[in-house]
C-alpha cells in the first residue's frame, strides 16, 4: 500500500493517461497550500499551455477513500471527472484573468474571518486586517452554487494590481456583503422552518427594524438567534459590520455575546439576568466546535461581547474581567 506521499507522487505521474482527450498535453502539478487553521493540504492542478488561473483539487479525500481499499484505477478516474467538472465550472464564470481589474472584481467581494492565533500561517500570504480575535481577510467570489462557492483570496500582488489601498478593499469588501443581505433569524424559528418550509423572520431587515419587531423569546423557549447572509456562504463576517453590530443591539434591547460557531454563521445572545457568561459559553463552542463543525467550518472558540454603549465587539472574556459584573448582573444581585 502506498503511504501518503507516495499516492500523491502516484497521482502526479498518472493521472494524465486519466483525463480527457481536450486536456491532452495539460501539465499536471501538485500544490500544497494552508487552509483554515493552518492545516496544510496537498492538492492538484492541471493546465494547460498558456492557463494562468486553474482550480486546485485536495487529494485528501481521494487518499483516504484508496486508503479504505478503493481501487487506484477507480480513484483516479474519479478524480478525472473532478478536474473536468472544476474546469468546466470555472469556465462558466467567465475570464478569470478579469479578477485582475479592480472595478469587476469589487462588486464581487466578501470578508472572511478567521481566528487570529490559529490561522498565523494561512494570513501571511493574504491581504489581512486584525480585529483582535478574530481577522478580516478577503475572497473575489467567482460562483455561488447548491451550497458551494468558488472564489480566489486577495493577495498582496492582486492588490497591488488593482492599484487600491487595504481600505478601499475593506470597504468595498463590506459593501458588497450587505448588497447579498442580511439574515437574523431566532433560532426557535429557524428549526421550525426546516419543518414546515416557511420562511422564518428576519429580524433585521430594514422593514422589521422600522416597524421594532423583536423575537418572541418566550414563546420560543430559548433567546438565541443566529446571523448570516443572504446566501448562508460565509456569512460570519456580518457581525464585524458596525450598523450591523448595532442593528441587533436594537433588535435584543441591548449587549450581547457573540458565539462563533462556523465560518457561515455566528450565534448571537443577549445579556440577561441569569443568563450564561463568558467562560461557560466559551467552553460549550469549544466543545462544539470540537465535535459538530467540520474543521474547515471552524471559525472559533472565543466567544466575543458587545457592548452597545460603546458600540464595541470585543473579547467576552476580557470584558467581563475589566468591567467586574455586567449591569444585567448587578441587576440580578438587587432582586
Known sequence: MLGRMEFYDYVQR??????????????????????????????????????????????????????????????????AQAVTDARTQSAMVGDPEAIMDFDFAKDKLQVRLFDTEANQKRLEPLVHHCLGDLTCAYSIVLSE?????????????????????????????MEADL?????????????????????PDNYISPEALADGIRPDFEGMGMALMCLSNGSRLNGA???????VQANIAQVLGGNY???????????????????????????????????????????????????????????????????????MQDRRKSI
Request: aromatic share 6%.
Open 257 to 327: 455575546y457573540m458565539l462563533p460557531s462556523s465560518i457561515h454563521e455566528v450565534l448571537v445572545l443577549p445579556d440577561t439576568v441569569g443568563g450564561p457568561k463568558a467562560a461557560e459559553l466559551g467552553a460549550m463552542v469549544k466543545e462544539i466546535n470540537e465535535t459538530q463543525v467540520a474543521p474547515q467550518d471552524r471559525l472559533s472558540d472565543k466567544v466575543q461581547y458587545y457592548d452597545a454603549e460603546t458600540r464595541s465587539l470585543v473579547n467576552a472574556m476580557a470584558y467581563e474581567m475589566a468591567h467586574g459584573p455586567s449591569p
Open 14 to 79: 498518472n493521472l494524465p493517461e486519466y483525463l480527457p482527450e481536450q486536456l491532452a498535453g495539460a501539465s499536471v502539478k501538485l500544490r500544497e497550500q494552508v487552509k483554515n487553521y493552518d492545516e496544510e493540504l496537498t492538492g492538484v492542478m492541471v493546465s494547460l499551455p498558456g492557463e494562468q488561473v486553474t482550480p486546485v483539487i485536495y487529494l485528501g479525500g481521494c487518499y483516504e477513500r484508496y486508503a479504505e481499499g478503493a481501487n487506484l484505477d477507480d480513484v483516479l478516474r474519479d478524480l
Open 145 to 173: 452554487s447548491q451550497g458551494n462557492a468558488m472564489s480566489v483570496m486577495v493577495t498582496p500582488q492582486i492588490m497591488e494590481a488593482w492599484g487600491v489601498t487595504k481600505r478601499q478593499v475593506h470597504e468595498a469588501a
Open 237 to 243: 463576517s456580518m457581525i464585524i459590520n458596525p450598523e
Open 179 to 199: 448588497e447579498r443581505g442580511v439574515t437574523l433569524n431566532a433560532i426557535g424559528e429557524l428549526i421550525d422552518s426546516m419543518l414546515t418550509g416557511q420562511e
